[in-house]
């Protein structure tokens, strides 16, 4: 069943403290898209920007993927350590990314408009 099959996917984010005010081109950034997609497994990419943050600015990446071997393909390939590689500095030279948080997860629920269309139990 295509419902079942979908719900055993692997998720992995990543969310980033960036200094105040510079959250926007952390954000432009990811706009320039590294190669993530044409890996094998890779489901979804969502980009965040938090709202409300006081002090610091904050940018949530959320991946999907069909299961773990997929996710920890893409980590040790050499599309990921290109899209890592040249940190994103201010004009003084002092990076735009204060720290980071890393967070695995295994989707057990998942519903949007797509999947409920034509979904009849
Ligand atoms: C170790 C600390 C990490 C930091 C500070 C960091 C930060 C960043 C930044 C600033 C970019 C934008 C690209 C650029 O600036 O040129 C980027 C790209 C990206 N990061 Fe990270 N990242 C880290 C690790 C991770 C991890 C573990 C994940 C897993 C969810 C992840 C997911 C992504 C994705 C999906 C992209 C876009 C890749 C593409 O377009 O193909 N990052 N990261």
């Known amino acids: ?7 055993t996917m692997y998720m ?15 954000l ?6 590294q ?6 497994g890779f489901k979804e990419l969502k980009v965040l920007k938090s709202l ?22 893409w980590f040790s390939s050499r599309e990921f350590h290109l899209a ?4 994103a500095r201010t004009e003084t030279g002092e990076k ?8 695995h997860y295994e989707v057990i629920v998942e519903s949007d408009t797509t999947l409920a269309v034509g979904y009849v139990g």
């Open 96 to 103: 735009m990314v204060v720290s980071n948080s890393i967070d």
């Open 52 to 73: 409300g943050k006081q002090g610091y600015d904050e940018v949530l990446v959320h991946t999907v993927w069909q299961d773990k071997a997929a996710f920890e393909n």
């Open 35 to 40: 190669g993530i997609e044409d890996m094998p």
């Open 12 to 26: 992995v984010s990543n969310t980033i403290q960036v200094l105040e005010g510079y959250g926007d081109q952390i």
């Open 1 to 7: 069943m295509k419902y079942e099959e979908e719900i």
């Open 84 to 87: 890592h590689r040249k940190p």
């Open 28 to 33: 432009e950034r990811f706009k320039i898209r």
